[in-house]
């Protein structure tokens, strides 16, 4: 897995591509995230639209990574969730927990709408 | 369940081939007559179970590898997954809720709590000579459990 950051902003975009899984440095993203938090980066879009496979190990990269910027009152935001993955967020009851948009414009826009 | 045919498919997964084995799941599942998003579904929990195999400390580390066997009915898809290695911790994993802390997460360990709840039914036999039985449930085409 890689992560391509980008700023619009306050907001830092997180492009992801490749495998989220195991042996795939999804593990990785937390400590992105929490390294964002420390320059007092809090508010962030995860790009998904160019992941390939992304497994438990990559839902609880994610996972973790939205409570840590949330604790340091920011938020996550998902953008281009590809179908496979709605389909885990929606049977996994997270679709509460992720918002997610369809284009990484949207969930930036949203972020300053809650302004 | 109905009475109906049942077919089995026994496949030998490798992590280099894991990704093709997953679209074979979803390909096979479509064929059973589900839509995408309930192959989706199969194709996650058995992957996950697979994905365990290869990475939960298995026997042969340099050359880990799982046995996927495939029931297929019409009025459900069974998915047993076995590997030798470590044993799962499998009863004791509590189950996913969006109520609890998902920094317990942030290095694993919802790869159980998450088949489960993509599952019908789920079970784990430990046997003997390190080997790990997966047993994964989907019931099709509005077929309920006994006793539903």
């Known amino acids: 897995m890689r992560i391509n950051e980008s700023t619009e902003g306050d907001v830092t975009i997180l492009t992801l591509s490749g495998k989220m899984m195991h042996g795939n440095e999804s593990s990785e993203l937390h400590p992105y995230v929490k390294n964002l938090i420390e320059k007092d980066r809090i508010k962030v879009v995860v790009d998904m639209g160019k992941v390939k496979w992304f497994s438990s190990t990559g839902l609880g990269a994610l996972l973790a990574s939205a409570t840590s910027l949330r604790n340091a009152g920011g938020d996550l935001k998902i953008a281009r969730p590809t179908r496979k993955i709605q389909s885990v967020f929606f049977m996994m009851e997270l679709t509460s927990v992720f918002e997610s948009f369809e284009s990484v414009d949207e969930a930036v826009e949203s972020f300053q709408e809650s302004d | ?148």
């Open chain 2, 1 to 148: 369940m109905s009475e109906d045919v049942e077919y089995t498919i026994v496949i030998t997964g490798f992590q280099e081939q894991f990704h093709r084995i997953r679209n074979l799941v979803h390909f096979i599942a479509l064929q059973q007559g589900v839509d995408e998003q309930e192959a989706d579904i199969i194709e996650r929990a058995v992957a996950e179970a697979c994905h365990n195999a290869l990475f939960h400390e298995p026997a042969d580390p340099g050359d880990p590898s799982f046995e996927l066997e495939m029931h297929l009915s019409d009025s459900a898809i069974k998915s047993v997954v076995r590997n030798r290695g470590a044993a799962f911790d499998f009863d004791d994993v509590e189950p996913f809720s969006v109520d609890q802390d998902f920094m317990a997460y942030s290095e694993g360990g919802l790869g159980i709590p998450m088949m489960k709840r993509l599952m019908d039914e789920v079970y784990y036999e430990r046997k003997p000579e390190e080997l790990n039985v997966v047993t994964l449930i989907k019931y099709i085409n509005d077929q309920k459990k006994e006793g539903d």
